[in-house]
C-alpha cells in the first residue's frame, strides 16, 4: 500500500538524490521508488549506490521516459518507455494543422510500454548472478 506521508512532490533536483534521500531517510522506509523521471531516478540510483543500499534486494527503482544512460547503470534502470518519436510526429501533425485552420484530432492517445531492467524486483529476494 503507498503511505500518503512518502510520495514526494515539488521540484527535485535532476539527478542529485534528493528525493531518495528523504525517502530512504524516514523510519521505514519504502520498498520501491517511481521516480517521475529517469533522471530523477538515476539520482535515485546513485544516492543508493553511495550509501550501500542494494538495489533491488532493499529498494526496486523505476523511472520514466528509457533515456538511453537507462540501461547503461548496474543494475539497469527499469523504465517506462514514452512513443517519443510518435509524439513528436503528431505534435507537428497538430501544430501544422492549427496553422493552416484545419481540423485536427483533439484527444490523442499513446500506449506506453513497461521496460523492466534489473532495478525492480522482491525485495530480500536473493538474485543469482546472473540477474
Given at each position: 500500500s503507498i503511505q500518503e506521508s512518502l510520495p514526494v512532490s515539488g521540484r527535485p533536483r535532476a539527478g542529485t538524490g534528493v528525493s531518495a534521500r528523504g525517502l530512504l531517510s524516514q523510519p521505514v522506509p519504502p520498498t520501491a521508488i517511481v521516480a517521475m523521471s529517469d533522471i530523477v531516478a538515476l539520482g535515485a540510483h546513485s544516492f543508493c549506490g553511495d550509501r550501500g543500499i542494494h538495489i533491488p534486494n532493499q529498494v526496486s527503482l523505476a523511472g520514466f521516459d528509457d533515456i538511453p544512460e537507462s540501461a547503461l547503470v548496474t543494475p539497469a534502470l527499469s523504465t517506462v518507455s514514452q512513443a517519443g518519436l510518435e509524439k513528436g510526429k503528431k505534435a507537428g501533425e497538430i501544430l501544422c494543422s492549427l496553422i493552416h485552420?484545419?481540423?485536427?484530432?483533439?484527444?490523442?492517445?499513446f500506449e506506453p510500454q513497461l521496460v523492466i531492467r534489473g532495478s525492480t524486483g522482491v525485495v530480500g529476494a536473493v538474485r543469482s548472478s546472473g540477474s
Amino acid at each position: 500500500s503507498i503511505q500518503e506521508s512518502l510520495p514526494v512532490s515539488g521540484r527535485p533536483r535532476a539527478g542529485t538524490g534528493v528525493s531518495a534521500r528523504g525517502l530512504l531517510s524516514q523510519p521505514v522506509p519504502p520498498t520501491a521508488i517511481v521516480a517521475m523521471s529517469d533522471i530523477v531516478a538515476l539520482g535515485a540510483h546513485s544516492f543508493c549506490g553511495d550509501r550501500g543500499i542494494h538495489i533491488p534486494n532493499q529498494v526496486s527503482l523505476a523511472g520514466f521516459d528509457d533515456i538511453p544512460e537507462s540501461a547503461l547503470v548496474t543494475p539497469a534502470l527499469s523504465t517506462v518507455s514514452q512513443a517519443g518519436l510518435e509524439k513528436g510526429k503528431k505534435a507537428g501533425e497538430i501544430l501544422c494543422s492549427l496553422i493552416h485552420k484545419r481540423a485536427f484530432e483533439a484527444h490523442v492517445v499513446f500506449e506506453p510500454q513497461l521496460v523492466i531492467r534489473g532495478s525492480t524486483g522482491v525485495v530480500g529476494a536473493v538474485r543469482s548472478s546472473g540477474s
